[in-house]
């Protein structure tokens, strides 16, 4: 079945056809990357709002500094991310 439409000045568009598989699939495959990229983000988010919560508290608390200190050695191994937490890492 077509859909005709006039236009303002009364000619008529051209018959518009339902979409293809490929294109379906092509949409389905966007729209997934959509919500990837958004769980991605939500993600990110979250790891910054609590980094920002346990930096704060490590501030105020040195037992809890402390802990985070002796957590932060044992589990970043990296130098690249030691570079990154040298004040964190150091005891004071």
Request: proline residues 5%; without cysteine.
């Given at each position: 079945m077509y859909i005709e439409a006039a236009t303002s000045?009364?000619?008529?568009?051209?018959?518009?056809?339902l979409p293809t598989e490929d294109q379906l699939a092509a949409r389905r495959?966007?729209?997934?990357?959509?919500?990837?990229?958004r769980a991605r983000k939500g993600?990110?988010?979250?790891?910054?709002?609590?980094g920002a919560?346990?930096?704060a508290q490590a501030s105020r608390d040195p037992a809890?500094?402390?802990t985070l200190q002796?957590?932060?050695q044992q589990?970043?191994?990296?130098?690249?991310d030691r570079e990154l937490l040298t004040?964190?890492?150091a005891v004071k």
């Open positions: 000045s009364g000619s008529r568009m051209p018959p518009q056809t495959q966007l729209d997934e990357a959509r919500r990837a990229l993600e990110t988010r979250r790891k910054i709002i609590v919560v346990v930096l809890f500094r402390a002796l957590l932060l589990h970043v191994t990296r130098s690249i004040d964190l890492l």
